[in-house]
């Protein structure tokens, strides 16, 4: 139990640390917008206007915020105040970050010719980094202001948040597959779509089995068939990144395919590495215990001396 002096120390970081959130959300929205408008194929066009709207938007929130902060903190911080323009601002990164992704639009990610075949990848460096950082510093904000409301999500398991992460991943490898198996790939026929089916069919797998083991960590966390259930993903991970990002697969240049891909492969290596861990060491421990609990066989002298079958001095009639 912490007591009250470490309570109100854990209650000062927790402003502290949103307050460096939105600095970085105001941040990484005025780089996206800066590498945006100065993109030698900007046009005036529905795609562009909406981009432009939601990453000034995000921007002027963050310094909304940050001003907050330090100016009107007691009328702000933790209170519904924050967590409204906090949602508000989710809302449009929720919205925007898809069309900054959608290769057709070609803002931050396009197509690209190679040799007999097309990719994705990234035509603006800048604004595809900097949306995605504003959106991961948006989602550290609501999800720290949720322990405001006493939903800690702190205190869920780590695992649990990794077997989301995983599910999260998955899906947008399941999402990048199945644009490009659209644009590219009437038909399956080619080794090519071939590997982009399997990209889709890994990225479902993935999402449905990591959505349920965030819940089944509960009930069987650190055994044996949670190890399983990790080892299995992670093979199936060793043969994702081999089909599609090697080879002239479908995620073979840098893009959502490419490292969501490798984002999927390193989680569920992770947690196969943690749970294997988990699974010796329990069985390491109890080995211990058994042996523990097994008295030593009497030496020589403790029988001369009168010992029982345990090691027992018994007395002497």
Known sequence: MMSSAEDQAEQLKQPESRFVAWISLMVFSAIAIGAHISWDAYSYDAPDKYVTACTSISMIIGLFSVVSYMVFKEAFVGKY?????????????????????????AIAVGKAAVDDTYVFTILNANLYFMAWGAFL???YILGHHAKDYGHDLSKIHRKTQFWFLFAMVSIVVMASSTKYKKEFCPTTTTYDCKRTVFGVVLGIFGFVIGMIMCVATRYIGGTIIELIVSAILFVSYCFGVGFI???????TFIGNL???????????MSLTMTLVKEVLGLRAMSFGADDSTVPPPPT?????????PNGQVTASV
């Open 81 to 105: 105040a924050e967590s409204a323009i906090a949602f508000l601002s989710m809302i449009f990164w929720t919205a925007g970050l898809p069309v900054i992704m959608n290769p057709n639009n």
């Open 137 to 139: 510093s948006n989602v």
């Open 245 to 251: 990002t090697f080879g002239g697969g479908p995620g």
């Open 258 to 268: 490419y490292l969501f891909t490798w984002g999927g492969f390193g989680i569920s």
């Open 300 to 308: 020589l002298d403790d029988i001369n001396n009168g010992a029982g």
